[in-house]
């Protein structure tokens, strides 16, 4: 056994818990933390490591600990304190038994035949013992399981200028960085600074959401999202500043040339976005709100599978959103980002042929639908209870007893069920899925107007985009339904549009199955390409081209609550990867897969992107495509 297969260890699932828990909690406005205002389920305290060993000699070895761990070694019966050299020989039974209150009770085991390496088992003092978990981040003694170890690169600024008496530095690009903060006077105290995505915010010192000091010690301010920084008092010949992006090592893979500059760039912003929301696990924004919710990491899968194909920040988000049984209430308190954590985990199973991750994963999936299937009214319909969220999308719904776009949810999610259980549990969840298909027909389809309505109880009969986009989407109809969908709703002025960049993400996704690529070309270029012409280095939660540029920032009744970083927003790399090159996944296929560049789209193309974990490199001169797979 070699050294170089120890590292740290700890109960599956536990470090995405504690992990996910920081993330969640980080968040600050303005001065004030504002933790998530969901339920945290918390990592195990109390565990014990277990291996047994035939030792060909004496040999030693000595165990240590997450921060603040308590705890002792066992051999052959016989105790041990932590951080002691054990000496042993023969045949022995090392047991190591762990608490922590303040972090993971994770542990790291050194000696060259008895270290932390892949054959140890952890247990709960509750349930069987499990193969105990590790990843590729913690492999050496003197980390810190706490600190999610980061990468780092330094930005100098590439503009200052003088404003009021302070200085105001720009940044090339949006980053999550630490400010160094460098006072070039003597005797200059260490400055409040402002920072801002945008120039305005940064200037604005009253309402700009981050203002720091610098640490004494080491002159940073703490990591935050910034693009401007403001240093009041101190004239650009007074101070120094300059960023430290730290960054977690989650690569980008993929690229795109095509004869179209502005559709090259969209597909670079997009990337440089999506990167910097790639952070432990998928954040919806890098400033705000910086939380795990479960509606924005569904559609980064999406994303992220042709983008960096890197299949363990998909496992640490679902794994972080689910948290541990039993399940009492719905994740980010939202009954349909329940469902969508159902069909992510299943988008992410199938994507990658991740069938150790369903297994895992599987129990925590039937639990989770069985507290979703006990909130069904008399009619098989999905309700929420007093203090359930059914969000769907900020928009006009007619919310008069079940909503249909909850019932469309349910009835994929009871599909993906299906699809992934064990033979003997997949007839019932079948089961449930035909009878609630039955009964969406009956109680939501309205003949006369060619579309799902929103309600059947209210009377009112109104339709909203919502239910008929998704039953698009996850193929719940098909044929003469899809085209009177499109043609009464989805190209019907009369229906209110979606005015959200979250649900357009699905509204998009439909027009491109039903083969409205021009038409989606066409809003790509409209939409991402207009925030392009407004100088946008990152793309935004929202954009909406009829407001000059000092009102873009504004969101939620805050002058500076738009976030201009958001996951969401690289959807166009989803949209041109799958629809537009036309790379999916082919098992009739000897490569594994197919590529079917859109015909009249592309004079030239030119792109390497990513299939389930897999990088394909693809060339078209307008005639002929060739596809290789990389090493």
Known sequence: ?????????????????????????????????????????????????????????RTTFTVYGAPGLLGYVQVNGDKYPLNRTIACEGRVSVTVHAACIGCVPAVYVDGEIICSDTGWTVDDYCQPPVPAASNRYFTHPEQRVDTWPMLEREYEPVGTEEVNGGTLVAFATELTAQLEVRPLREGADLPTVYLGESRAEALDTALCYYFCRPDPRTLRCPRQAVRYAYVPGLNPDEVAVRAFHQYVDVPVRAWFRCEDEELNRIFEVAAHTFSLCCDVFFLDGVKRDKWIWSGDAYQSLFVNQYLTGDREIE?????????????????????????????????????????????????????????????????????????????VDWADFDRDGPLCAEQVYLAAALGVMARLAPPEQAAYYREQRDRLLSAI????????????????????RHVTRHANILAIVFELVSGDRQKRIAQQVLFNPEVPRITTPYFRFFELDALCRLGYLREVLGEIKAYWGGMLKLGAVTFWEEYDPELPLERQYAMYGDPYGKSLCHAWAASPIYLLSRYFVGLREDAASPSGYRVNVADGVFRRLDCTLCLGGRTVRIQYDGITTDAAELP
């Open 1 to 57: 056994m070699s050294q170089s297969d120890a590292r740290w260890i700890w109960y599956p699932g536990d470090l995405e818990l504690f992990h996910g828990m920081k993330q969640n909690f980080s968040r600050v406005e303005r001065g004030c933390a504002w933790p998530a205002f969901w339920k945290s389920e918390g990592f195990r305290q109390r565990v014990v490591y277990r291996r047994e060993y035939e030792l060909p000699c």
């Open 315 to 391: 496992q640490r988000t679902l794994t972080a959103l689910r948290g541990n049984d039993p399940v009492t209430t719905h994740i980010n308190t939202i009954v349909d980002y329940s469902l969508l954590w159902l069909l992510g985990v299943a988008e992410h199973c199938e994507a990658y042929g991740d069938r150790d991750y369903l297994r895992w994963m599987w129990p925590k999936m039937e639990s989770l639908m069985a507290l979703l299937l006990s909130q069904r009214d008399d009619e098989g319909f999905l309700v929420g209870r007093e203090r359930d969220w059914v969000f």
């Open 441 to 460: 027909e009956r109680r939501f389809w309205d003949e006369e107007k060619g579309a799902y309505i929103d309600s059947f109880t209210s009377g009112r």
